[in-house]
């Protein structure tokens, strides 16, 4: 299966622990977003990377949680000193160079927060 | 701020029936997806839309982009169970390289009974 990875699936963390969330993206593409669904809500985008850069984190709040692509290896979403708020599910897309490419997602990581 | 919205919010119809989805803005888009979400699931991609007054077939489901870029519709056609689902538009801007975030819409929850 060459889509777009994402793990863990389920995720649970105590308050103010730190939680890591992995993608990897589908083969040749070099494009990644991260969206969080929170319940009830539609899905919001939170930030937007390539390889080794940060494009647009627009999305993304401003304290404890932060994002990279490294060179080898999945991108990373980190959210320090977790609170009940951040339960929700995250997913993270990815897409090819160019306009109009299309995004295409992974299954996303649920994380629950006691 | 960048806003879509979709209607109905529910849907619950028969086995045979057709009905439309409608998804509408006051914003421009570069492009507009669809996608299909299943509870537990990530957004599975159905259509890319790109130039004003477009439209795609895929099977028994007809996506329109409105000529103006800013609004669009899916029509499904003598609706099946296996139809099932959370229907999503998202609109996509263009920067940097590739498509940057998308703008998700309201959702359509639709169910066909048997």
């Known amino acids: 299966n060459a889509g777009v990875m994402q793990n863990p699936r389920h995720l649970v963390r105590r308050r103010g622990q730190e939680a890591r969330l992995r993608c990897s993206p589908m083969?040749?593409?070099?494009?990644v977003y991260w969206y969080r669904q929170l319940p009830e809500e539609g899905l919001k985008f939170m930030v937007y990377?390539?390889?080794?850069?940060?494009?647009?984190e627009s999305g993304m709040p401003k304290e404890r949680f932060s994002a990279e692509f490294p060179k080898e290896g999945p991108s990373i979403l980190r959210i320090q000193q977790v609170v009940r708020g951040d339960s929700a599910a995250y997913f993270c897309?990815?897409?090819?160079?160019?306009?109009?490419?299309?995004?295409?997602f992974g299954d996303g990581t649920r994380l629950s927060i006691l | 701020t960048q806003l879509l919205e979709q209607s109905p919010q529910f849907l619950s119809i028969q086995e045979g029936e057709n009905l439309t989805v409608y998804c509408n803005s006051s914003?421009?888009?570069?492009?507009l997806q669809w996608y299909r979400q299943e509870p537990g699931e990530g957004p599975v991609l159905l259509v890319t839309v790109v130039t004003g007054g477009e439209v795609k077939k895929l099977k028994r489901l007809t996506f329109q982009f409105g000529d103006a870029r800013k609004d669009s519709s899916l029509h499904i056609t003598a609706a099946q169970p296996g139809d099932t689902g959370l229907y999503l538009c998202?609109?996509?801007?263009?920067?940097?390289?590739?498509?940057?975030?998308?703008?998700f819409g309201t959702g359509t929850l639709l169910a066909v009974q048997p």
């Open positions: 998202a609109g996509a801007t263009y920067y940097g390289g590739a498509t940057n975030k998308l703008i």
């Open positions: 083969k040749g593409h070099s494009h």
């Open positions: 914003s421009v888009f570069s492009s």
């Open positions: 990377l390539q390889k080794e850069n940060i494009i647009d």
């Open positions: 897309a990815s897409s090819n160079r160019g306009e109009d490419q299309p995004q295409h």
